[in-house]
């Protein structure tokens, strides 16, 4: 099918890794790995602008402006000295480190602080060309954890006492929930439901699936996240794409790339909106009232091309996957199923946040100590670029909000990740973000191992 065909640069990379990793196992040659393996020393930090933050319908390059490029960083870890850089007027401590993985973090009614911790899991000849390749250095590609941890804060002054292990044996969790007395898991393949009682410290039983999801995707689309509605009568869920650009055939796509609705008993299941490559990050609008998401967008475009973004979410409103992007721009590797009838009803997202930069964490920020302009504006957890020539994300954006709408451009807010950008190295790789009931905010660092703490200087 010609389809099939059309998204070559990925396929290309992944079968040459895997050439080179059959080579290699043929000819029992294990120093070819340890050298390529090898980390090159760190130099001083480099600045990275990304311009693409500032794109509009209206100003984007042509497909293919630029070559695709195939550029992973590092991950190095954190020095014990080291810590992202917040602007003045704020510090940033450890909230927890030494930690698997850390990709998700809720806070309940009472408190206390859940993070989920969960990776992509790859497996046989895929696994050892992912390590000879860049990308192996990028991320953790050993077994998942599949656990969420909770920090409980007795004391309330922002330090947690207590650590549990509150649910395990989970298939690669991200989202989670309460409702009344019920706490909810998203895992890859389902969303389960468990007894729960405020101020237990371990889920007990196994649970019950109440809604079936499809499981895995491409790259790092296996997140599923879920909020409920404030009234708590619906809850909703994020559901990435399984290809890029629908390159295994859109039968593929079943119930993918939507955000979907369903009632707390999984019941009622319904497409809230479509066309949304990889929609993570949730949240309400405190204005408003909308639902926002983060949307992480396709790929092999070129350097500028597609603009990650966040968007108010307009229930039955299509955004374009795969068929168009940012507005009715039609992808030129649909052109053997091109509908252009969904091209022309795609909806143009609200804030553009950069090609490439991975943006999947969203929050809003309902504290009160924080300053005045940033009171109702959005954090943006940017996880950060493969497919960029130079390093893009790799931090935390603020946009800021009046009366319910974006009033101003993206702004950096939480920066210092990258390590040395001439050598790609990085030390940690934020995806996960929350305004906490204190008004402090949580960071989610899955590569770094830690959960960072922002607060306002008092």
Sequence with gaps: MVIIYHNTAEMKRTFFCLAIATCLISCNNPSASKNQSADSSASASNPVVDTAASLTPDSLPAPFAT?????YCKVIGWPKEKTPIAPAGFTVTRFADSLDNPRWIYQ????????AEANTEVTGVKKIA??????????????????VLLFRDGSKDGVYEQQYLFASNLNRPLGMAIINNKFYIANTDALIQYNYNPGDTVLTGPGKTIVSLPAGGYNNHWTRNIIPSKSGDKLFISVGSGSNVAEHGLANEKRRANILQVAPDGSGEQVYASGLRNPVGMDWEPVSGKLWTAVNERDELGDELVPDYITSVKEGGFYGWPYAYFGQHADPRMKNEPHPELVAKTIVPDVSVGAHTASLGLS???????????????FVA???????????????????????????KPT??????????????VYGRPVGVITLQDGSLLIADDAGNTIWRVQAVK
């Design 412 to 425: 950096d807010f939480l920066t210092g990740f990258i390590a040395n950008a001439a050598n790609n190295e």
């Design 67 to 71: 070559p695709s490029a195939n550029n």
């Design 382 to 408: 940017q996880h950060g670029s493969w497919n960029k020539s130079a390093l893009a994300g790799y931090k935390v954006l603020f946009v800021p909000f009046r009366n319910g709408q974006p009033s101003a």
């Design 364 to 378: 809003f920020y309902t504290g009160k100590t924080f300053p005045a302009q940033y009171q109702g504006g959005a």
């Design 108 to 115: 309940g009614p009472n408190g206390d602080v859940f993070v």
């Design 130 to 147: 992912a390590k000879l390749s860049a990308k192996g250095k990028s991320q953790k590609l050993s077994k998942s954890a599949n656990v």
